[in-house]
């Protein structure tokens, strides 16, 4: 076990590794075709052990490039090379990144969209011409968003369920619940064990409608029953065109299933080979103590919200240290679908201006040396600024930044 400051917001929460260290360098920040972006401290990556490959501690999240605000196909492939030459080694995507039917901005409610951000992956990678292999790919399944694939349109809350075939992908069903959704940024559920306690004693489905309606605004819901999972997960590996999938999440706890029932999907998809390693997302510290003790060493990393404006209130990346258990921080620079804290980056903005570069490398720069085992997975809309980002691996603070931004974090 390492040695972990109780503090999530301290310099060091375990010793952050060092630049130097035996591990093999990946790509060269900076350094990719047409790249613009240089930085003196910038170094090659170190990579690091991760789900069986060894990764940069920087990859891509692929979500601004599925869903609402997406650039066009191209684009997002070629954002996606310009990572992978860069030197990212680690993407990032989910079942659920597509765009849903409702609510959503004008121009979505395509049921052809179905599995966008698993085959955009798929292709980018196909079409990449470097170490494929080298590359891994992680998903995410429980979640889905609202998607009309019935001629009549959307159904309403109070409708029951029913399982549609995607006219896209063979074999392929999306349980469709009408005006339903849980946004990203909500907090998961606190609780672990039992379905979210419902005083009008309704049963878990018309539970998790209802829970669901009331948190309605981009489309997202959670859906994390085991026979969902199972199916979900198979789907995503078809998307992806692989035998096994690196690591799948639990996207998150679904109100009405008990979060043993969701690990338990993940302990069958471990057990049949299905996927490699089991992550989980949205949880809680009692949530990750149930998932390591029913999955063991299948259970390799934690997916929260971290960056300055969300720094882990309830510690859940101490207690990964704790556990031996890699931390991988979703929404790394605050999210794109929201407006943010602005004040949480005032102190990020200051040492980025200081050194004459972004603020947003500023701030991946430091959240990895939060703890020697975080992966931070930033999206990007454009190759511009994923090179941008990519070049944080390079960047070493200096004692007097860290103090700065340590101290602004923590004051907020
Ligand atoms: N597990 C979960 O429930 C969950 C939830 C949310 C996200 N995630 C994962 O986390 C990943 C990242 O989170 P996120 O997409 O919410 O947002 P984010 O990474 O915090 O923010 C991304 C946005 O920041 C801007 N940006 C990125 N790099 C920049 C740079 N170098 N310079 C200037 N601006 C830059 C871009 O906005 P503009 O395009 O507007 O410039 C980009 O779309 C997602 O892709 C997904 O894989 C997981």
Known sequence: MKDVNASPVNASIVNARPVNDESARVGQAGAGPGNAVTDANAAPAVAVPFAGKRVPRLGMGTMALAIEGRPDRNTAIGTIHAALDAGVRYLDTAWSYYLPSVPGADGTGVAADFGYGELLVRDALASWDGPRDEVLVATKTGYRRTIDVTPDGPRTPNEPEEETSSPDVPGAHITHIGESAEHPEFPAPAGTSAPVPNASGEPPAQSRQRLQAAGSRYGWMA?????????????????????????????????????????????????????????????????????????????????????????????TMAHCAALGLDFVCWSPLGGFLDPVDARAYEPFKRVAAARGCSYQRVVLAWEMTRYDRLFTIPSARNPHEIRDSFSATGMRLEDDELALLDAGVAGR
């Not at 103590?289 to 997916?303: K, N, R, T, W």
Request: charged fraction near 25%; avoid cysteine.
């Open 223 to 315: 859906d994390s029953r085991p026979e969902t999972m199972i199916r979900d997960a198979k789907e995503s590996a078809r998307h992806l065109g692989v035998d096994a999938l690196d690591l799948l999440y639990s996207h998150g706890p679904d109100p009405s299933v008990p979060y043993e029932e969701t690990v338990g999907a993940l302990k069958t998809l471990l057990d049949e080979g299905v996927i490699r390693y089991a992550g989980v997302s949205r949880v809680n510290n009692e949530q990750i103590d149930v998932a390591h003790a029913m999955l063991g060493d299948g259970l390799i990393a934690v997916q929260n919200q971290f960056s300055p404006s969300h720094p882990d209130p309830e510690g």
